[in-house]
């Protein structure tokens, strides 16, 4: 079993920034990768960037590159996403996950543990 508690989130305006923190525990060490997901309403699950437990590789979706980073912190075991220059769209429930199967993969069904989830709300 993993555990996983994001935090961070919150109220930003355009143009602002965030860095949101997904703490694990548990059985952290059977993990290939971690993710960060978001969600709106009546939307799917969309996937956001995602980091290697070995060697730090990531993948961000087409549409975030260059805004958002995504990082870990092996002592802490902990995965941050930064977020830069927030815009109104960016406003989703957020939320980590871990995938404990080998390989990596942008899809959420291939993620096997969750957190519950911050809301990120951006104010024009």
């Known amino acids: 079993q993993v555990q996983l508690v994001e935090s961070g989130g919150g109220l930003v305006q355009t143009g602002g920034s965030l860095r949101l923190s997904c703490a694990a525990s548990?059985?952290?060490?059977?993990?290939?990768?971690m993710g960060w997901f978001r969600q709106t309403p009546g939307k799917d699950r969309e996937f956001v960037a995602a980091?290697?437990?070995?060697?730090?590789?990531?993948r961000y979706a087409d549409s975030l590159t260059g805004r958002f980073t995504v990082s870990r912190d092996h002592a802490k075991n902990t995965m941050y996403l930064q977020m830069n220059n927030l815009e109104p769209e960016d406003t989703a429930v957020y939320s980590c996950?871990?995938?404990?199967?080998?390989?990596?993969?942008?899809?959420?069904?291939?993620?096997?543990?969750w957190g519950q989830g911050t809301q990120v709300t951006v104010s024009p």
């Open positions: 996950a871990v995938r404990m199967r080998m390989g990596f993969t942008t899809l959420s069904d291939g993620y096997d543990y």
């Open positions: 548990g059985r952290t060490f059977n993990a290939y990768s």
């Open positions: 980091i290697s437990m070995i060697g730090d590789n990531t």
